[in-house]
């Protein structure tokens, strides 16, 4: 069956084809040829998203994704470094360069990008916090939870604050919680935030991602591949930031020799696909997952249409065109 869906949009993506935008030579042309990669999965707009790192290495990476002549960039997420220094919350992001929140180291950083940062992930515990977040949200600067191991108070803190999501929900936390309270449960009964999810089949079991699904609503959940330069390429040794990961034949990208994960292989029609296997919904409740959805978040739009062919019973999607 054809269908006809607006243009996909990922609002965290740290690379693609190949091209890590982390790494610390990174080139604007590098940037749009890793985007014009994208479109092949539908993708027509997204955030380049920039994870923890020196100053100095985050600021030329920033400068290179601000400069990019490409319409399909939306602007830039800021994952960290205002995270969680504890393994697991922290996930792949170096501890080195974790470091307490604060206006003004914020402010040299969006200058360095020209003004262009949209999304930052934080972690609600880390000392400066909440008075980050009151900063942002006044600027017209969305923020998001997450590689956090806060407790409830401090959650509720930052959505008093002006949190409106969590990052890759069921990730970025540590491997062991409390039965309850916990940062799952917190956040998932927050009604003020959003989730997104990488629905890749390894950063959560179907199960999960179908109950988050049905505690969030499906207006309220957004679908994120937090795709690193191993997306779209075959098995191998990548980095991100410098930091080396590999892909699995399974598609996994983890830190060798850990168990922990470092991002995702995953494409945007693929986590479409994976979202309708694993809660059972129609594709045309996922589709505004991964399109219109994010952009609403962000207070603008899609781009571009996408033609495809869905098989409802294998539940395959296959892309066959991307106009924008």
Known sequence: ???????????????????????????????????????????????????TSSFARFAASARAASRADSSAIAGIHMEGPYLSPED????????????????????????AAGGRIVLVTLAPEVPGAVALIEHLVASGV?????????????????????????????????????????????QLAADALMASLIVDGHH???????????AKGARRTILVTDAIAAAGCRPGRYSIGGVDC????????????????????????RAIVNTVRFTGLPIDDVIPMASTMPASYLGTTTAGTVTAEWDEGARELQIRRVTS
């Open 88 to 111: 697991g919350a922290r996930g792949a992001h170096p501890r080195a360069h974790v470091i307490p929140a604060s206006v003004d180291d914020f402010a040299r950083r969006q200058d």
């Open 1 to 51: 069956m054809r269908i006809d869906l607006p243009g996909l949009f990922d609002l965290q993506v740290n690379g693609f084809g190949g091209i890590d935008f982390n790494e610390p030579d990174l080139a604007a042309d590098r940037v749009a040829e890793a985007v014009e990669r994208m479109r092949a999965t539908g993708v027509t707009r997204c955030l380049p998203t920039l994870i």
């Open 204 to 214: 959560l079991p179907p199960s999960t991602v179908k109950a988050i699904v049905r």
């Open 246 to 269: 590999e892909l699995g034949e399974n598609g996994r990208v983890s830190l060798p020799g850990t168990p922990y994960l470092a991002g995702s292989s995953l494409t945007m029609d």
């Open 142 to 186: 969305r923020v998001a939870i997450g590689h956090t191991a806060a407790e409830p108070s401090q959650i509720r803190d930052a959505v008093a604050a002006g949190a409106t999501l969590s990052t890759h929900l069921g990730n970025g936390c540590a491997q062991m919680l409390p039965r309850h309270p916990n940062v799952i449960w917190e």
